[in-house]
């Protein structure tokens, strides 16, 4: 394991390739073959390409510049669509010419994309609008419409073709409740209508990657638990976070068995990708923070799981365990999401070090023996040969400029290997520099009143940082970071690259924006929000949407020290629910009226119901 100094100097080093000025970074995020096995396509977020590759992943041999952030990708009839996100569109792409054939409509952020092969049409997640549409695409019109939950991502289609699985990366509902957590939702197709949501286990949070077994009876996905009912302190031997593979049942519509990727001492962080073989024998799944590919035996990990394990492979595990006591008679899978040696003892799961800094997307070629992982910070592949000992290759997507210090503080941000025992990194709790939702005790103000996590967009801007104001400024709340939140007493110059790259964060456009301009309702809402009488605009007043003053709101709870919270921006609210310091209103119609009923958060309680509306659709468009 790398510690210290000496895990920045490596993660440093695995950035920086030789590249021509001026040179945008290659920053591969999602990749799929072609059912056929004759190309790979990678999507490029900070390059703007689809990067295209022959079919071993040896060589780069074509590139098709896009629009937007390049993202979610699909094949279908020889053609791959690539998701346009911050463009407005789904770009179908021939490989063949190199050259985009049409572009399709959909919402301003689209993000993950499937076939719906059966209808002909295409799927695709609108990140922001929490929604699913379909595009047929004989005419490239929308078709079909369904709500989801909050900031959906990727998806994907059961083998019959009858339903859609989404993923939704951000818990919806009251950050209080101890069950809080992500959720998938699936949608059938044929109505295109929602059949339910599949809530993760308490804690579920940054949910990625999803895949579906080929008989269609499970699906696997990857995702971070955070064990937000305890204080920081207990970062130790996964008491704060965990990392998880959870089975979904299908034929039920409910969760299986959550089992740790993490050992006893060693935490796997932030997976990311998940990728099966053909048969559904493996799965293949991007530990992001570690730097690490992680295959799982799915056919040994699910004879263990229903108790028909063979003889051998229960005598190679240690007594006791887990296993045998689900071997020998009925038992609950429970007790599994927190058990940290099951996975390790089972003989289940193998570790494949990575030589470059990372990995997200997974693939696995059509006939299987090859598994390629996007390094998003080292602008490469990681193409893994299948076997025992399964053999590493990296290749290249093009020309890498050195990182300049807000590139290398990214790359910190979103690296385990920094943290004590690599249980998280600091985008385990910020997602994208945002916040996961999640309340969580962080001892800066004493133990026992957990808040809500922040987004860290303008957190250089907006001081004091914290809900208590307890860190004067964003550089030293990231020191202290550091020490009481991952244990490590971080090198000076890692820690001033984290704040570049915290300065560099801006907020996004609204996706509630119409033509990059306020609709109508936002309009009117834009007046109700400056209206003295209503009174939002003199605690929030732009540019900031904040006076950077603290207030005693009425929200102050048993479990508070203190009442007086730090007066937050309102931009990218559209994206940072639940709200309030301790995440109790899941929607802003609930923290203008429910949570505020003495209006000391503003006048807001008895508003007209239009003038609701209004200020909900201006607020969520800043």
């Excluded at 740790?260 to 991007?286: E, F, M, Q, V, Y």
Aim: glycine share 10%; hydrophobic share 40%.
């Amino acid at each position: 394991m790398k510690t210290g100094a000496a895990a920045a100097f490596v993660l440093a080093s695995s950035l920086a390739l030789a590249a021509r000025a001026g040179d945008p970074y290659r920053s591969p995020e999602n990749l799929a073959f072609s059912p056929d096995g004759a190309w790979l396509a990678v999507s490029d977020v900070t390059g703007g390409l689809l990067t295209l590759l022959d079919g071993q992943a040896k060589a780069v041999t074509k590139t098709v510049p896009l629009k937007g952030q390049p993202r979610g990708l699909a094949w279908h009839n020889g053609l791959v669509y690539v998701a346009e996100y911050d463009a407005g569109a789904v770009a179908e792409v021939d490989p063949a010419q190199a050259v985009v054939k049409r572009r399709l409509a959909v919402g301003p952020k689209p993000w993950g994309v499937a076939l719906d092969a059966a209808a002909g049409r295409l799927l695709v997640t609108e990140f922001g609008l929490a929604r699913l549409i379909a595009v047929d695409l004989a005419s490239g019109k929308e078709v079909g419409r369904v709500p989801v939950l909050g900031l959906p991502r990727q998806l994907v289609v059961t083998p019959d073709g009858s339903s859609c699985l989404v993923v939704n990366t951000a818990p919806v509902g009251d950050a209080r409740e101890g069950t809080h957590s992500c959720a998938i939702t699936v949608v059938d197709l044929k109505t295109m209508a929602k059949v339910c949501d599949i809530a993760l286990p308490p804690g579920g949070i940054n949910p990625r990657g999803i895949a579906v077994s080929p008989d269609g009876k499970w699906a696997y996905l990857a995702h971070g638990i955070g064990r937000f009912t305890l204080p920081t302190t207990q970062l130790e031997r996964g008491w704060i976070m965990t990392s998880a593979l959870t089975i979904l049942d299908l034929t039920k519509r409910a969760v299986h068995a959550t089992i740790l990727l993490d050992t006893i001492t060693s935490g796997s962080a932030d997976p990311w990708g998940l990728a099966l073989t053909p048969d559904g024998r493996k799965a293949w799944i991007a530990i992001a923070g570690c730097n690490e590919l992680m295959r799982l035996d799915l056919g040994l990990l699910h004879s263990l799981l229903d108790g028909t394990a063979s003889k051998e492979a229960l005598a190679a595990i240690p007594r006791p365990s887990v296993w045998h006591s689900i071997t020998n008679g009925p038992a609950s899978l429970s007790g599994l999401v927190n058990d940290l040696a099951a996975l390790y003892v089972s003989g289940a799961r193998t570790v494949v070090p990575l030589p470059g800094v990372g990995p997200r997307g997974v693939a696995v070629s059509p006939k299987g023996g090859t598994v390629a992982a996007a390094q998003y910070f080292s602008g490469a592949l990681a193409v893994v040969a299948d076997g025992e000992n399964p053999e590493v290759v990296q290749v290249s997507l093009g020309p890498q400029p050195a990182p300049d210090k807000a590139r290398k503080g990214e790359a910190a941000f979103h690296s385990a290997e920094l943290c004590f025992q690599r249980w998280l990194s600091c985008a385990s709790c910020h997602p994208d520099g945002r916040a996961d939702g999640l309340n969580w005790d962080l001892l800066n103000d004493g133990m026992g009143n957990p808040k809500n996590t922040k987004s860290m967009v303008w957190s250089h801007k907006t001081p004091p940082v914290m809900a208590h104001g307890v860190r004067d400024s964003m550089e030293t709340a990231t020191k202290t970071g550091f020490m009481f939140i991952q244990f490590r007493i971080a090198d000076e110059a890692v820690m001033d690259d984290v704040r570049e790259y915290l300065r560099s964060l801006a907020p996004e456009k609204s996706p509630y924006l119409v033509n990059g301009e306020l609709s109508a309702k936002a309009k009117k809402g834009k007046t109700v929000f400056e209206r003295p009488s209503v009174g939002c605009a003199q605690c929030h007043p732009a540019p900031l949407f904040t006076d950077l003053k603290m207030y005693d709101v009425g929200t102050k709870s048993d479990l508070d020290t203190k009442a007086e919270f730090d007066n937050p921006t309102c931009v990218e609210m559209w994206r940072s629910f639940p709200y309030l310091h301790d995440g109790s209103a899941a929607t802003l119609p609930d923290m203008f009226g429910a949570r505020n009923k003495n209006d000391r958060h503003g006048k807001t309680s008895d508003l007209p119901k239009e003038d609701m509306e209004a200020l909900v659709e201006y607020v969520l468009s800043l």
